[in-house]
Nanobody
Framework: QAQLVESGGGLVQAGGSLKLSCAASGRTASSNAMGWFRRAPGKEREFVASITWSGRGTNYADSVKGRFTISRDNAKNTMYLEMNNLKPEDTAVYYC?????????????????WGQGTQVTVSS
């Protein structure tokens, strides 16, 4: 399995921006899709965005469309999530994961390796 390490989380005011990174190492299954999920306090884990290996295929949760952008740099084995116009409801621990498929899927069950998460807190 791949080892994934997220970074870039922090505290930001509403309307602000953050860019998360996910560095992959080990058996990265580099041709597979990757994705971001989040878990807010007291809530279930939810899909945020996913991306194919080429980057040409992406999927976004409706709640983040137009505000978040997922991308990846395969030469650096790194995936990114640029988050703009952040809202207090975006507060959560954000996790990156490698999919078991090349398709930019949205179900957590279709993802294998997971990172440990990075906290994003948006104050009002």
């Amino acid at each position: 399995q791949a080892q994934l390490v997220e970074s870039g989380g922090g505290l930001v005011q509403a309307g602000g921006s953050l860019k998360l990174s996910c560095a992959a190492s080990g058996r990265t299954a580099s041709s597979n899709a990757m994705g971001w999920f989040r878990r807010a306090p007291g809530k279930e884990r939810e899909f945020v965005a996913s991306i194919t290996w080429s980057g040409r295929g992406t999927n976004y949760a409706d709640s983040v469309k137009g505000r978040f952008t997922i991308s990846r740099d395969n030469a650096k084995n790194t995936m990114y999530l640029e988050m703009n116009n952040l809202k207090p409801e975006d507060t959560a621990v954000y996790y990156c994961a490698v999919a078991k498929t090349v398709i930019a899927v949205t179900s957590a069950a279709l993802f294998g390796s997971w990172g440990q998460g990075t906290q994003v807190t948006v104050s009002s």
